[in-house]
């Protein structure tokens, strides 16, 4: 009897987990060719809109929190019920249309996806993190054969974006995989690596968070090894940063050898932003990382046009600058006025001052009550990991996304939990104990 209830329970933990990554891929911040309303005639696109997507999420959650839940902790209940407040400020401040729109169960998916206990939250986070280096593989075999003269067989496909196909951007369709192009600079955006994902951005991000996660281990591991060569060859911008932080953070520990590493990182970036290439989509990458006088040359994620609608919106009225306009209104906004730009800004106008604010101090919350007070040991891992978390935020700017929910959530706790093992290994094995008797 035990065995079965033991066998129900893991095949509903698998069936929870296999949702809650299908639903990740339909959602905010990942956007594979597959689900693009321009493949295949929208076939599988139809099922990505907020109605069907949140409610499979939502479904998929409750499913687990029912299953798996035994005891919450009142921080779990004080981090959900902040997600479902300030998601009913969001959605209420939008209007009669994004009220009806179903946008509220977009922030009840992650809402209850906190209340679920740990080992779901972790399997969960180890599931996506396999699927999405295994989507990087065949796309990578791809990409070297054709940088090597292979002629691989492809189909043009167009942008799902209005924006992109009006700059001339379009892909190249080939089996499993995509390679964005551009009608005027095929050499440069025929060298960024895409995978399977909208843009080479999509993957540098996700290969950096999961290398953080994983701390940036190589040796023995060719799972992360994969994720660092996509994020090199995509030539994201925001995959070097955040690299770079990561390591200047964790120098904090104040290590010779990370020190020396980081000196020799430094070395290498003003040698390379300083040597005279002729290949032009080489120049223009050095022309992407190089620091000027008004910031990193290659900080694309912004405009004139952008930060002229933005204070316009801010200006509107108190309300709107407190709570916002809603879910996705400035990219609408952008795609109506022909707008290529995404940044935090974006936050601030779709949620307001309070809703982007609100977040930051939920992500610190969680990380400091939740991670931190149960692995203080832990702390210059905790600190760069959240350094890293919140600056993506400033180019990728999807916080109420599950699948950032689950690297953030589920990511820091399967790391923290591993280093648990190791200190517990380590005391065992030098037979170490700790006397809790007063003295």
Same mark, same amino acid.
């Not at 350094?387 to 589920?410: D, E, H, K, M, T």
């Given at each position: ?34 689900? *693009?309303?321009? $493949?295949?005639? @929208? !076939?599988?696109?139809?099922? #990505? %809109? +907020? ?7 939502? =479904? ?21 019920? *902040?997600?479902? $407040?300030?998601? @009913? !400020?969001?959605?209420?401040? #939008? %209007? +009669? ?7 509220? =169960? ?35 075999? +791809? ?297």
């Amino acid at each position: 009897m035990i065995g079965t209830k033991m066998s129900k329970k893991r095949i509903i933990k698998n069936i929870s987990i296999a949702f809650l990554i299908l639903y990740c891929f339909y959602s905010y911040g990942l956007q594979p060719f597959f689900v *693009w309303k321009t $493949f295949a005639n @929208g !076939l599988f696109s139809s099922i #990505g %809109g +907020i109605p069907v997507r949140s409610f499979i999420g939502v =479904l998929v959650v409750v499913i687990g929190l029912f299953s798996f839940i035994k005891r919450i902790d009142k921080e779990r209940y004080i981090l959900s019920a *902040w997600i479902v $407040f300030s998601g @009913g !400020l969001i959605v209420f401040a #939008g %209007g +009669i249309n994004h009220i009806l729109s179903f946008e509220f =169960l977009l922030f009840l998916a992650p809402a209850m996806f906190i209340m679920m206990n740990d080992d779901i939250q972790i399997d969960g986070y180890k599931v996506f993190y396999n699927v999405f280096v295994f989507s990087l593989i065949i796309p990578m075999i +791809i990409y070297i054969l054709v940088h090597v003269g292979a002629n691989i067989p492809y189909q043009v496909l167009e942008s799902p974006e209005t924006i992109k196909t009006y700059n001339g951007i379009y892909y190249k369709l080939y089996p499993l995989a995509v390679q964005w192009n551009h009608n005027w600079n095929p050499l440069y955006y025929g060298l960024r690596f895409c995978g399977i994902y909208n843009e080479p951005g999509v993957v540098g991000t996700f290969s950096a968070l999961f290398l953080c996660v994983e701390r940036y281990k190589l040796k023995g591991n060719w799972k992360n090894i994969v994720l660092f060569i996509a994020g090199i060859i995509s030539f994201s911008l925001a995959f070097y940063l955040m690299t770079i932080i990561y390591f200047c953070v964790r120098a904090i520990s104040v290590k010779p050898q990370r020190l020396f590493i980081l000196l020799a990182i430094i070395v290498a970036y003003f040698a390379f932003t300083n040597i005279e290439i002729s290949n032009p989509s080489i120049q223009r990458f050095q022309k992407r990382i190089q620091i000027t006088s008004e910031g990193i040359g290659g900080d694309n994620r912004t405009n004139e046009d952008y930060n002229a609608l933005f204070k316009a919106g801010m200006r509107a009225s108190a309300s709107r600058l407190l709570f916002g306009y809603g879910v996705s209104a400035i990219e609408d906004e952008l795609e109506a006025n022909n707008i290529d730009a995404s940044t935090y800004k974006n936050l601030i106008y779709d949620y307001g001052v309070i809703g982007f604010v609100g977040q930051i101090v939920w992500i610190l919350f969680f990380a400091y009550h939740s991670i931190y007070k149960r692995n203080k040991r832990d702390s210059i891992f905790i600190l760069s990991f959240i350094v890293v978390f919140l600056i993506n935020l400033y180019q990728r700017p999807f916080i109420y996304s599950i699948c950032y929910y689950l690297i953030l959530v589920g990511g820091l706790k399967s790391a923290t939990k591993k280093n648990q093992t190791v200190w517990r290994s380590f005391y065992a094995s030098n037979k170490i104990c700790f006397s809790t008797a007063r003295r």
